[in-house]
């Protein structure tokens, strides 16, 4: 019974194309973050939601559009995906959103743009 | 240069060795956060720090907020405690506030031979 599930676990696409990521977590936690891992491994935060509001937008291009529907669902959509968008995509959740609290992370979808 | 630095950037240790990584952060921070991620791709948090020491089995991790400065031991290392670790910092006020930040450092490999 999986806590942060994200699908799909692998994506390959074609340049320009859109596609989505779904995530959603059955921890009852408040907050959902998205993060990217670049070919480097380096993570860095994309977005942050708490109970469906956003609240972490680190400067990511606008062709990245996070949508909660709920506080168990964190999706991202990318419009025109461009080869620079290749990496590992996680998803993570968290009880609060002031970082006193562990995450809990999904096992991440490799994208890779062709 | 990062805001957040790990030391070493590789490590090898023969099984058995007692094993320190460090983390080292120039900004202030609400919380400093340990985390393995494994060779499949895989991220467990390990810890939430934000003062003091925690231990879990044969990790501990300690945090010293005037130095800025947190590492991370692990007791008679294991081949299967290979991965990398990585520190991330939140960074920002105690308030939820939409300039709150998470900050990755570069992470640190560990390799445990038998």
């Known amino acids: 019974d999986t806590a942060v599930s994200q699908t799909p676990k692998y994506l390959v696409t074609q340049m320009g194309n859109d596609k989505s990521i779904k995530c959603e977590q059955n921890?009852?936690?408040?907050?959902m973050y998205w993060y990217k891992q670049d070919s480097k491994k380096f993570l860095k935060i994309m977005f942050s939601?708490?109970?469906?509001?956003?609240?972490i937008n680190e400067t990511v291009p606008n062709r990245f559009s996070p949508k909660s529907p709920d506080k168990a669902h964190l999706n991202l959509h990318i419009n025109s995906l461009e080869l620079g968008d290749s990496a590992v995509y996680f998803c993570?959740?968290?009880?609060?959103?002031?970082?006193?609290?562990?995450?809990?992370f999904g096992s991440g979808t490799r994208l890779t743009v062709v | 240069k990062n805001e957040v630095e790990q030391s070493p950037q590789n490590l090898t240790a023969q099984e058995g060795e007692f094993i320190t990584i460090n983390c080292s952060y120039s900004?202030?921070?609400?919380?400093l956060h340990w985390l393995q991620q494994h060779p499949g791709g895989g991220i467990v948090s390990l810890f939430m720090?934000?003062?003091g020491k925690k231990k879990h089995g044969r990790l501990i991790a300690t945090i010293n907020i005037q130095e800025k400065h947190s590492s991370l031991h692990i007791t008679a290392s294991h081949p299967r405690d290979s991965a990398v670790y990585i520190c991330?910092?939140?960074?920002?006020?105690?308030?939820?506030?939409?300039?709150?930040?998470?900050?990755f450092g570069p992470g640190t490999s560990l390799s445990v031979i038998p």
């Open positions: 720090l934000s003062s």
């Open positions: 900004v202030g921070i609400s919380a």
């Open positions: 991330a910092v939140r960074s920002g006020g105690y308030m939820k506030t939409s300039y709150d930040k998470v900050i």
């Open positions: 921890l009852g936690h408040d907050t």
């Open positions: 939601y708490n109970n469906k509001e956003l609240i």
């Open positions: 993570a959740s968290s009880q609060g959103s002031v970082g006193n609290y562990g995450y809990t």
